[in-house]
């Protein structure tokens, strides 16, 4: 057993004490009722903005290296996910704080909740064992769960959360379980060290299959993968829309995160080797949340719930990435997250402006909105048309990098292998299914004529404003000129531990 360093090791996490000291900091500033809510505010961005500052020095590591004993992992890849989660923090604090400030009650703690998630945000994108993995995992449902039903007198509210925690409590169940078979079949809970277990001593197909079934459960949740979305509608309608913007992007990130750091550790030369069935468990999850997340999404009229199975959608997207996995399909998994989060976030705030300065929350409410607020409309316009995929935005570009780099792998690596590249096709006929109701926002908002003209119930914040505007410029900045952060991502994928 290797000796245990724990100041060595610290050095590596002060991103993650600074974010752990600013959640004290802003549950004690809570308890004084003097102190305006907006202090409290300003102290969760500062906290998120100082853990930047402090983890900015490290840069890309040049060395991957464990830490923790091996629990951890300090490497290009986890710093990637932690600046683009404290990033996400950041975005977070300051657009829920127009809609936070009016809650009754829990804005404190509202802001110590999100603090925390991110903190388990950045913990799963490093978790390099079957232990920590699980306990991040949790962590960030739990404090979940609790912003979901943070306004405690709205029935949506509190029914979304009663949903969330049992379908989240049965796939930690379920993942867990897998996790014991793995642990049971290699006396090994280090990811790095499983594969090399596995490498040397394959196990029958049958038990490799049920393993991975049960053990991509946990990540399926976390995701909104089927058959584990069903949560994901009833969460985004009934939680607080801030809470909504930032679980679409937020959790189900740090979800692929940990996904691609245990398909990594565990099989090094892809899913499906060592004749491990991961690879054909992933096939069969991303072509129903495909088809689930874009066929389901046709029929419904709530924003928020189409914006919910447009991101099951999106998550079987991403899925694909893992079908044949090489350090170009990491990188274009890591583009896709990225561009992703601009564009959906985008979406979001839309959404939440819509809800604040129209009251409206139904895609017919949204009847000749166009004509009286062309700037916000055609905001949305932008951002649905990136989701779908067309060019010149950034939804074009991340696709284009998940279909074409797993075509390039499965044709170069294994000549003729029709599973990644019939997964591709299924995924560019769902892309067009969802232009149709990507587009019917649109048309209810430029072509179709209002009963009656909507009118503003009062301004859009300048802060909303200015957030849009910037989701704005970077979905049409990350579809032409993508060089610069595609280098960064092809650079954070080489540097994943081994």
């Not at 874009?294 to 998550?315: D, E």
């Amino acid at each position: 057993m290797q000796d245990f360093k724990p100041l060595e090791s610290l050095a590596h996490v002060w991103p993650e004490v600074i974010v752990v000291a600013g959640i004290v900091l802003v549950v004690l500033l809570d308890l004084f009722p003097k102190i305006s809510k907006t202090a409290v505010m300003l102290l969760a961005v500062v906290a998120l903005l100082a853990s930047m500052v402090a983890g900015l020095p490290a840069g890309f590591p040049g060395q991957s290296k464990a830490v923790f004993l091996g629990s951890a992992g300090h490497d290009a890849y986890g710093f990637f996910f932690r600046m683009l989660f404290l990033g996400m923090g950041v975005l977070a604090v300051m657009f829920s704080w127009t809609q936070v400030r009016k809650w009754p009650s829990g804005q404190g703690e509202f802001f110590a909740l999100l603090l925390s998630c991110v903190f388990g945000m950045m913990i799963m994108a490093a978790a390099n064992d079957l232990l920590m993995m699980f306990l991040a995992l949790e962590f960030v449902s739990v404090t979940s769960y609790v912003m979901t039903g943070l306004l405690r007198k709205n029935r949506k509210s509190a029914e979304a959360s009663l949903k969330y925690i049992l379908y989240g409590a049965a796939a930690g169940g379920v993942m867990l379980f897998g996790m014991s078979f793995l642990y049971g079949l290699t006396g090994k809970v280090d990811v790095t060290e499983i594969g090399a277990a596995l490498k040397d001593k394959p196990i029958p197909m049958m038990m490799a299959l049920l393993v991975s079934v049960l053990v991509t459960g946990g990540f399926a949740y976390k995701v909104a993968a089927a058959p584990f979305h069903m949560w994901c509608p009833d969460v985004y309608e009934g939680a607080p829309t801030p809470v909504t913007a930032f679980f679409s992007i937020g959790p189900k990130i740090a979800g692929f995160a940990m996904l691609g750091r245990f398909v990594h550790g565990v099989f090094p030369a892809g899913p499906g080797a060592d004749g491990f069935e991961l690879r054909i468990v992933i096939a069969v999850m991303a072509f129903l949340t495909m088809a689930i997340g874009n066929f389901t999404a046709l029929w419904q009229n709530n924003l928020k719930r189409l914006m919910a199975y447009s991101g099951i959608a999106h998550a079987g997207y991403m899925l694909l990435a893992f079908l044949v996995w090489e350090p170009s399909n990491v990188a274009s998994l890591l583009f896709y997250a990225v561009a992703y989060v601009v564009m959906n976030l985008g979406a979001f705030l839309v959404v939440i402006i819509l809800e604040e300065k129209y009251g409206i929350e139904t895609v017919q409410q949204c009847r000749g909105l166009g004509w009286t607020d062309p700037a916000l409309c055609s905001a949305m316009a932008l951002f649905l048309f990136s989701l779908v995929g067309l060019p010149p935005l950034a939804g074009f570009m991340g696709k284009l990098m998940v279909f074409g780099h797993v075509i390039d792998a499965a044709v170069r690596v294994k000549p003729y292998d029709w599973m990644p590249i019939s997964m591709v096709v299924a995924a560019v006929l769902f892309s067009v299914v969802s232009l149709y109701y990507y587009a019917r926002i649109v048309g209810f908002m430029f072509l179709a004529k209002p009963e009656t003209p909507p009118v503003a119930v009062q301004r859009t914040p300048i802060l909303l404003s200015g957030l849009t505007g910037i989701m704005a410029v970077g979905t049409v900045v990350l579809g032409v000129a993508w060089g610069p952060v595609w280098e960064l991502c092809k650079t954070a994928a080489a540097g994943m531990l081994r």
